[in-house]
């Protein structure tokens, strides 16, 4: 069983810049695939971002492209997204995901673990 706990979500103004952060409670990160999802008000959970075990593969939402950066894999204990030029379409509540089944598809929400969610609002 793998616990992640997610840090870093806020209010910023729109055109800011926030890092979340998510570590495992308990155990390392280093032989899981993570990923970054977000939920806004009324709407389904959205792919953002998602990082291989291994760092070697890395994929982003295409409205996120150019903006946020994630971070962590290669046996790191803590994945990063960081968030630049923020937009209040980006506010929502941003989960993070671990699965250790080596998918090929990261894009989708099949992962094995989640966590509970942090809150990001981006002000006009």
């Known amino acids: 069983q793998v616990q992640l706990v997610e840090s870093g979500g806020g209010l910023v103004q729109a055109g800011g810049s926030l890092r979340l952060s998510c570590a495992a409670s308990g155990r390392t990160l280093n032989s899981y695939d993570m990923g970054w999802f977000r939920q806004a008000p009324g709407k389904e959970r959205v792919f953002v971002a998602a990082?291989?075990?291994?760092?070697?593969?890395?994929y982003y939402a295409d409205s996120v492209k150019g903006r946020f950066t994630i971070s962590g894999g290669n046996a790191k204990n803590t994945v990063y997204l960081q968030m630049n030029s923020l937009k209040p379409e980006d506010t929502a509540v941003y989960f993070c995901?671990?699965?250790?089944?080596?998918?090929?598809?990261?894009?989708?929400?099949?992962?094995?673990?989640w966590g509970q969610g942090t809150q990001v609002t981006v002000s006009s």
């Open positions: 995901a671990a699965d250790g089944r080596r998918r090929l598809d990261l894009t989708s929400d099949e992962f094995d673990y």
């Open positions: 990082i291989s075990w291994s760092g070697g593969r890395i």
